[in-house]
């Protein structure tokens, strides 16, 4: 009796079996392992597709077609990319509110979580710019004055050299970049939105866009100031010229036309 009670098995000995056989299945870890993070994120972004693609039925297929494919009153989105829904949308040019020249920014009528749900539609159509990270956009450790070289260089020819805009032709304008959000410029340089070029990483670096950010907050941030005074909408001697021309010139005008009127009253007395 005693030896038979030594062989019996002990109550645990089937439970640790058990585990084993699964731990040597991977059962274990499918047992007691956190769910996939790859499978979370694909479920997520399967998600904000399909609400996406609700909006976009909407507010966007109108212009653009059932499918994104364009019509002729707007162009196809497919591969534009998720950079040029957050800017076009989240600007506030898109839905657009009447055809004309270019799109104007306007009020945003979209909060940024359906913003972010229509540029995952987008995006899915075909592959294009993706909307940059904080990181990307962020002025910190670029160049300022390298920045101001390839502002001038590239953009002062339609935006003025400190990014105040201008005209162009047929109706059309450069907008101004005073208080337009880094991550708005970065994806109008991805994009080239209206009649901008675009300057994907290939042409211009992402240290590059950087250096152009930083340089916008430099001149036309918050806490800019200007030494010179009156900086006459930052056009140059073109207004500044404008501006002598008119007040100049018609302040000596009326000079003349006193000392004459003085002049010729002393005449008479």
Known sequence: MKKLSARRRHPLAAV?????????????????????????DETAQSLAIDEGKKLYAVG???????????????????????????????????PLQQQGAQAPKKKVIYNQAQIDQLAA????????????TEKQVSPEGADIAKGGELFRTNCAQCHNFTGEGGALTHGKFA?????????????????????????????????????????????????????????????????EGLFAWIFGL???????????????KAKKS
């Open 16 to 40: 640790v079996v058990l585990l084993l056989a699964l731990a040597a299945t991977g059962g274990l870890y499918a047992a007691f392992a956190p769910a996939d993070k790859a499978q979370a």
């Open 121 to 132: 539609y987008v995006a899915s159509l075909g592959a294009g710019p993706n909307i940059p």
């Open 175 to 239: 907008p101004s970049l005073e208080g337009v959000s880094p991550k708005h410029v970065y994806e109008a340089m991805q994009t080239g939105p209206q009649n901008m070029p675009s300057f994907p990483d290939t042409t211009m670096p992402e240290k590059s866009k950087k250096d152009i950010i930083a340089y916008l907050d430099a001149v036309n941030g918050e806490k800019t100031e200007s030494p010179g005074g009156l900086k006459l909408g930052g056009l140059g001697p073109v207004s």
């Open 250 to 264: 018609g302040a000596l005008i009326a000079v003349a036309v006193w000392v004459a009127a003085r002049t010729a």
């Open 60 to 94: 966007c297929s109108s212009c653009h077609g059932t499918g994104g494919q364009g019509t002729s009153d707007g162009p196809s989105l497919v591969g534009v990319g998720a950079a040029a829904v957050d800017f076009q949308v989240g600007t506030g040019r898109m």
